[in-house]
T-cell receptor, first 111, second 117 residues
Framework: DQQVKQNSPSLSVQEGRISILNCDYTNSMFDYFLWYKKYPAEGPTFLISISSIKDKNEDGRFTVFLNKSAKHLSLHIVPSQPGDSAVYFCAASELNNDMRFGAGTRLTVKP | EAQVTQNPRYLITVTGKKLTVTCSQNMNHEYMSWYRQDPGLGLRQIYYSMNVEVTDKGDVPEGYKVSRKEKRNFPLILESPSPNQTSLYFC????????????????FGPGTRLTVT
């Protein structure tokens, strides 16, 4: 039973526009949420995170929004760049170091 | 350079032939974990370890073994591989527990693509 779901396997956007990647979760005990980015032939790398006590966290072009009542989080990339093309994984943690991952969304940013 | 290394990066083997995938980290992390990545399923945890000689099952431990005899190494052992273990495997590490007001993100190795025929 997947506790973290990314329902869009892929997303294509034009360079300079906004990319919005979505993630839903079922476990209300999750208290920390992360986004990882993965390029081909490499391991996932940490991108941005948010604690459940916040509803927004921003880091440069990347912003994560958390809606706890809807059990939904999203990653906004503005403006999108071709180098952002990768697979993005949403992850959530309930305690300590354990994380549950979504299936990933492949983002393609077209020049 | 802080990193997690895995070997081999690619492996093709036959059913039933024991294999070991090594994982090593140079960051003195207590926590280490193995994941497998499959299409449509994301990353699923196989085993994890919170310190030397302390290991525990993740969500999909069947058919796998691990050991943690040294802090830096966390090998994954498939004693009798089967085709359903064909997957992309990642090792990861992090400090143990939670940082003050935050979370220790995990650092991932480059992955090992395993094919079992």
């Amino acid at each position: 039973d997947q506790q973290v779901k990314q329902n869009s396997p892929s997303l294509s956007v034009q360079e300079g526009r906004i990319s919005i990647l979505n993630c839903d979760y079922t476990n209300s005990m999750f208290d920390y949420f992360l986004w990882y980015k993965k390029y081909p032939a490499e391991g996932p790398t940490f991108l941005i995170s948010i604690s459940s006590i916040k509803d927004k966290n921003e880091d440069g072009r990347f912003t994560v929004f958390l809606n706890k009542s809807a059990k939904h989080l999203s990653l906004h990339i503005v403006p999108s760049q071709p180098g952002d093309s990768a697979v993005y994984f949403c992850a959530a943690s309930e305690l300590n170091n354990d994380m549950r991952f979504g299936a990933g969304t492949r983002l393609t940013v077209k020049p | 350079e802080a990193q997690v290394t895995q070997n081999p990066r690619y492996l093709i083997t036959v059913t039933g032939k024991k294999l070991t995938v090594t994982c090593s980290q140079n960051m003195n992390h207590e926590y280490m974990s193995w994941y497998r990545q499959d299409p449509g399923l994301g990353l699923r945890q196989i085993y994890y370890s919170m310190n030397v000689e302390v290991t525990d099952k993740g969500d999909v431990p069947e058919g796998y073994k691990v050991s943690r005899k040294e802090k830096r190494n966390f090998p994954l052992i498939l004693e009798s591989p089967s085709p359903n273990q064909t997957s992309l495997y990642f090792c990861a590490s992090s400090p143990l527990g939670r940082s003050v007001g935050g979370f220790y993100e995990q650092y991932f190795g480059p992955g090992t693509r395993l094919t079992v025929t």
